[in-house]
């Protein structure tokens, strides 16, 4: 059973920095490239980047590109999402999110929890 | 980046009946495009791939349609469940992907 099990809620004040994990279940950890889709609140999907686990490589939406680290450990299958400067529009559920049924395109058919992360003064 | 642009932002339905949603990319996207639904406090599901394959266990209501810049999703006969929003995503030119800003369907 694919799972995508994400940490917990964070509240953080602007300006400073936080960093989510993602961790699929089994064997799927080096077999696909993980998405991150933030949400915030009341509003629509908006795409980061992704990673491709078993090389590390990334790509990112632009307005991410320079703030927003995507990184891997392999010794425990797990991936990061690291943001920095944050802002109080960052405010926002973000999302891990896998293709498995149609492996080729991003289209997720399996999500993680989502981690709320809160900045505020 | 390609703006997609759904409509209308509410659409009111009564239960049994057909509910229509509507997906506008702003150049052509090919079939490369997803249906997901979303409940509150829930992850999306994806519903729809390729324009028109259901995901894997997305009962038979659901169908999609379209191809190049107009796509629609059609639940046939609206159960209670299917009351939540809607969101469309293209990946056909990536990065980056990009989602419309959802349709929310609501019980008329």
């Known amino acids: 059973q694919v799972q995508l099990v994400q940490s917990g809620a964070e509240a953080k004040q602007p300006g400073a920095s936080v960093k989510v994990s993602c961790k699929p279940s089994?064997?799927?950890?080096?077999?696909?490239?993980i998405h991150w889709v933030r949400q915030a609140p009341g509003q629509g999907l908006e795409w980061m980047g992704k990673?491709?686990?078993?090389?590390?490589?990334?790509h990112f939406a632009q307005k991410f590109q320079g703030r927003v680290t995507l990184s891997r450990d392999t010794s425990i299958s797990t991936v990061y999402m690291e943001m920095n400067r944050l802002r109080s529009d960052d405010s926002a559920v973000y999302y891990c999110?896998?293709?498995?049924?149609?492996?080729?395109?991003?289209?997720?058919?399996?999500w993680g929890q989502g981690t709320l992360v809160t900045v505020s003064s | 980046e390609i703006v997609v642009t759904q409509s209308p932002a509410t659409l009111s339905v009564s239960p049994g009946e057909r509910a229509t949603l509507s997906c506008r990319a702003s150049?052509?996207?090919?079939?490369?495009l997803a249906w997901y639904q979303q409940k509150p406090g829930q992850a999306p599901r994806l519903l729809i791939y390729?324009?028109?394959t259901r995901a894997s266990g997305v009962p038979a209501r659901f169908s999609g349609s379209g191809s190049g810049t107009e796509f629609t999703l059609t639940i046939s006969s609206l159960q209670s469940e299917d009351f939540a929003v809607y969101f469309c995503?293209?990946?056909?030119?990536?990065?980056?992907?990009?989602f419309g800003q959802g349709t929310r369907l609501e019980i008329k």
């Open positions: 089994g064997d799927i950890f080096t077999g696909h490239h």
């Open positions: 999110a896998i293709s498995v049924e149609a492996a080729a395109v991003p289209s997720y058919d399996y």
């Open positions: 995503q293209q990946y056909n030119n990536w990065p980056p992907i990009t």
């Open positions: 150049q052509s996207i090919n079939s490369n």
């Open positions: 390729g324009a028109l």
């Open positions: 990673i491709d686990p078993k090389t590390g490589g990334t």
